[in-house]
Structure formats: structure tokens, C-alpha cells
């Protein structure tokens, strides 16, 4: 089965070609991605008008990408797979369009796809992959959640963000330090040139027993920080800054996923999301899994951010899975807000 993914969902244009037979491992036979990073710089952040006609002007000729690069024709295609949610409403419509009319013109099926889904399974397309059921830390620039996976959709929620998700502090914390848009990879960059201990920063919710997540307060006492040190701050406050802040995010990530591996009883955790490609959350959560015999699992690191091999994916596996079989009716519609926990096994 190849399953052709459009992913459209905020500010990058993914389109992916990937085949997974029956008893097989997945494999991505083409992926092309093009970012709007530095059409919203300007603005500090996505201009969801911007995003929705840069999207319009770039799929057709990723998809051409895509389908070159693997060798495929549009006949070879089985199932045209799309973000349906949740992400910016403009957006999500242009790749659902595209999606849902160009599988009934091949005469196939078309299916909307959970974006969230799509970022916890794309550690399958790595090496080992995972195995279920496992413990998911979902770390993307809107959410921070911790799942139980049983399996395909079988999807347990054991903590959420209260606030400010972890991608949200990053960028955030970023914009006050005048590191620009986007602005987590700047800050991490930063932060290798800091001392983390510079500054005490607080670890919201990290002694509260449960597996929630709050960034809210971490965010005003960088603030605060930010406000005393006044406008000329020098380059190395600005580097230390940057590390005590990338240390509280990591330090209750890593406490938060441990935990729920020691209370699930799973030996296996999977990463997925943006945040996920942090070398410093990586290698804290490398050590901690360790201790307690866990294995961790990641996506590619090009698979990281938002992208179509994971929604090809998801699509793929709810197909084989049997939990979906698609559309032939070209009607569609998309879920700006749907959290996972809504996603129906059907």
C-alpha cells in the first residue's frame, strides 16, 4: 500500500510518499518539506492568513517533488492521506482540498488524519522501531502530553499541559531574548554557551506527584529576569539565560516521562514532536530510561518537525490496522481544535 501525506497543518508544507505492506516495516520512499520560518520572522510568529496562501502556492509543486523522487506515478498511489487537525482552520483546508481532489480524480480514497497521531507513530519510520504498547511524550510547539499506547488508536492520556506547552516556553523565552522567530532551535543553540546554573529559574509542577505540565510560571520569571537585567543585556547573560531556561523545561520533561514509565510498568518510551529533537532533552532522557532498563525511541531528526511522511504514515497504519478505510465521497471537512482523546478507533 503507498500512501501519498499532505501535511499543511501551521507553517510548513509537507508532502511524503510512503509504503507499508502487510507484515512489513514502513518505508518512505519520498519527502519533501518547505518551511515559512522566514515569511513570518518579520512578525514574531505565524500570520495564519500568510501560512494558508504560502501553503497554496507550494504543495502541488512538493507533491511533483515527491512523486519524482521515488519513482512513483499518481496510478501507483492507494490512499491520499491529509492533516484534518488540529492546526490553523485556513491551512488545514488548503492540503484537505488538495488531498480530497486529487483522490477522486485517481479514483481512490482519501482520509483525514490526526496531526497529532501523525507525530507519535513517525518513530516508526526509524530504526528499531517501537513496539507496543509504550509510553508517548508528545512535545510539539501546542502540546505537551504524556499517552499510554496500547496501539494504533488506543490512546490513554495520563498527563497534559495546564498552560503554556514546552514549545511555547522555548519560543517564548526566545522572543524575549531577542533570538527571533523560530525561536526554540535559537535558544538551544544560545544555550550551549550558557551556564544553566546561572540563574534559578523554577520547575513548575515538578514535585506535584501527578504528570501534568505548566510553563506559564517559568515564562513570567524569565520575564522578570529579562526586565532586571535591562536593555543592554551582554551576550553572556543572554547565554545563561538561555541554558537555565532550556534546563527547567528538560529537567521536568525527563522527571515527568520517567515517571510515567515507572507507573505504567512499560520499558519503552517514544518521543515525538518538535521539542523532541533537542540534543539536551535526548541525552537526559537517554540516561534516565537507562536506569530503569527503558528503552527510548525518536523519530529521524528530519522528521521531527511537522511533516507529510508522518501523516502518509498514520494513514497507513489505521488503514492496515483496519480502523479506517478512507473516503470515495469527496466531501471533507477539518478540526481546528480535536484533541487526541476524541480521536475514534473507527
Known amino acids: 500500500m503507498k500512501v501519498l501525506g499532505f501535511e499543511t497543518s501551521c507553517d510548513e508544507t509537507g508532502v511524503a510518499l510512503v509504503e507499508l505492506e502487510p507484515g512489513g516495516a514502513p518505508r518512505l520512499l519520498g519527502?519533501?518539506?518547505?518551511?515559512?520560518?522566514?515569511?513570518?520572522e518579520a512578525y514574531g510568529g505565524v500570520v495564519p492568513e500568510l501560512a494558508s496562501r504560502d501553503h497554496i502556492r507550494r504543495v502541488l509543486p512538493l507533491a511533483r517533488q515527491v512523486l519524482a523522487q521515488s519513482g512513483a506515478a499518481l496510478g501507483d498511489i492507494d490512499l491520499v492521506a491529509y492533516t484534518r487537525g488540529p492546526g490553523l482552520a485556513g491551512a488545514l483546508l488548503v492540503g484537505a482540498g488538495v488531498a480530497v481532489a486529487l483522490a477522486a480524480a485517481l479514483g481512490r480514497p482519501a482520509l483525514g488524519v490526526h496531526h497529532l497521531e501523525g507525530h507519535l507513530l513517525s518513530p516508526f519510520l526509524a530504526a528499531p522501531a517501537p513496539v507496543f504498547p509504550f509510553v508517548a511524550l508528545l512535545v510539539s510547539g501546542?502540546?505537551?502530553?504524556?499517552?499510554?499506547?496500547?496501539?494504533?488508536?488506543?490512546?490513554?492520556?495520563?498527563?497534559?499541559?495546564?498552560?503554556?506547552?514546552?514549545?511555547?516556553?522555548?519560543?517564548k523565552t526566545a522572543k524575549l531574548l531577542g533570538l527571533g522567530y523560530p525561536g526554540g532551535p535559537a535558544l538551544a543553540?544560545?544555550?550551549?554557551?550558557?551556564?544553566?546554573?546561572?540563574?534559578?529559574l523554577p520547575r513548575p509542577l515538578l514535585g506535584s506527584g501527578d504528570l501534568d505540565f505548566s510553563f506559564a510560571g517559568l515564562k513570567t520569571a524569565v520575564l522578570t529576569q529579562v526586565r532586571r537585567l535591562g536593555p543592554n543585556v551582554c551576550e553572556q547573560n543572554r547565554a545563561d539565560l538561555a541554558a537555565a531556561t532550556q534546563a527547567a523545561i528538560v529537567d521536568v520533561l525527563v522527571a515527568k516521562a520517567l515517571r510515567a514509565l515507572e507507573r505504567t510498568g512499560l520499558a519503552r518510551l517514544v518521543v515525538a514532536g518538535g521539542v523532541g529533537a533537542n540534543l539536551r532533552l535526548r541525552e537526559r532522557l537517554d540516561a534516565g530510561a537507562a536506569r530503569l532498563g527503558a528503552q527510548v525511541h525518536?523519530?529521524?531528526?528530519?522528521?521531527?518537525?511537522?511533516?507529510?511522511?508522518?501523516?502518509?504514515?498514520a494513514g497507513a497504519m489505521r488503514v492496515a490496522g483496519g480502523l479506517a478505510r478512507g473516503t470515495r465521497e469527496g466531501a471533507f471537512d477539518v478540526r481546528p481544535r480535536w484533541p487526541l482523546a476524541d480521536l475514534a478507533a473507527a
Open 31 to 40: 519527502e519533501a518539506l518547505h518551511t515559512q520560518a522566514r515569511l513570518h
Open 142 to 171: 501546542g502540546h505537551t502530553q504524556l499517552m499510554r499506547v496500547a496501539g494504533v488508536g488506543r490512546y490513554e492520556l495520563l498527563g497534559d499541559t495546564l498552560d503554556d506547552a514546552a514549545g511555547e516556553a522555548f519560543d
Open 189 to 200: 543553540r544560545l544555550a550551549d554557551f550558557g551556564d544553566e546554573t546561572a540563574y534559578a
Open 298 to 313: 525518536y523519530p529521524p531528526p528530519a522528521l521531527c518537525t511537522d511533516n507529510g511522511a508522518m501523516i502518509a504514515l
